[in-house]
């Protein structure tokens, strides 16, 4: 089953406009990641945030976790074009010691 | 580092044929997964080793799949007999020690096609 579901399932927004994506999951977590997926690509890291961490800080990406509501965002600030991705977070299943993405957002930005 | 290469990076069989895909994982990493990817059931974890070991094969659908990782540098996925269902994008992505609390590199996927 998957433990983080990823939240709108598509966003479309223009050129230098923020993006915010936020992810809900089930259980106690260690951490949680973001990944990128363009097009046709594998997965790519963005960051990972820790249980005792807040918020965290990379480039134009902001990520925010709450544990107490079991939830994390995503900001992307001023879009490009370039973001245009499937935004996935992914938490640790700990039965399985291994990572559980969620379904992702879907972002398009227009030039 | 040329990262998590895989190949091939597509493949079309008929159904009933053999199918390995292959993956070697970033130098030094301990970890290595095997993922599926499909639309509607998004990215599924089928398998993942240990220093070669396989840790956890729960996610192998079926008696059909089996994965083999002889040493660090090579693992292999292989489906026999291929069925048209199992038409997805199959990654394989490795990290280091601990892997599921460290970040995954994720090579660029075989998307695989059973007609």
């Known amino acids: 089953s998957q433990q983080g579901e990823e939240d709108p399932q598509a966003l479309s927004i223009q050129e230098g406009e923020n993006a915010t994506m936020n992810c809900s999951y089930k259980t106690s977590i260690n951490n949680l990641q973001w990944y990128r997926q363009n097009s046709g690509r594998g997965l790519v890291h963005l960051i990972l945030i820790r249980s005792n961490e807040r918020e965290k800080h990379s480039g134009r990406l902001r990520v925010t976790l709450d544990t107490s509501k079991k939830s994390s965002s995503l900001l992307i600030t001023a879009s490009r074009a370039a973001d245009t991705a499937s935004y996935f977070c992914a938490t640790v299943d700990t039965g399985r010691r291994a990572l559980t993405f969620g379904s992702g957002t879907r972002l398009q930005v227009q030039p | 580092d040329a990262g998590v290469i895989q190949s091939p990076r597509h493949e079309v069989t008929e159904m009933g044929q053999e199918v390995t895909l292959r993956c070697k994982p970033i130098s030094g990493h301990d970890y290595l997964f095997w993922y599926r990817q499909t639309m509607m059931r998004g990215l599924e974890l089928l398998i993942y080793?240990?220093?070669?070991?396989?840790?956890?094969d729960s996610g192998m659908p079926e008696d059909r799949f089996s994965a083999k990782m002889p040493n660090a540098s090579f693992s292999t996925l292989k489906i026999q007999p291929s069925e048209p269902r199992d038409s997805a994008v199959y990654f394989c992505?490795?990290?280091?020690?601990?892997?599921?609390?460290?970040?995954?590199?994720f090579g660029p996927g075989t998307r695989l096609t059973v007609t």
């Open positions: 080793f240990n220093n070669n070991v396989p840790i956890d």
């Open positions: 992505a490795s990290s280091l020690v601990w892997g599921y609390l460290y970040e995954q590199y």
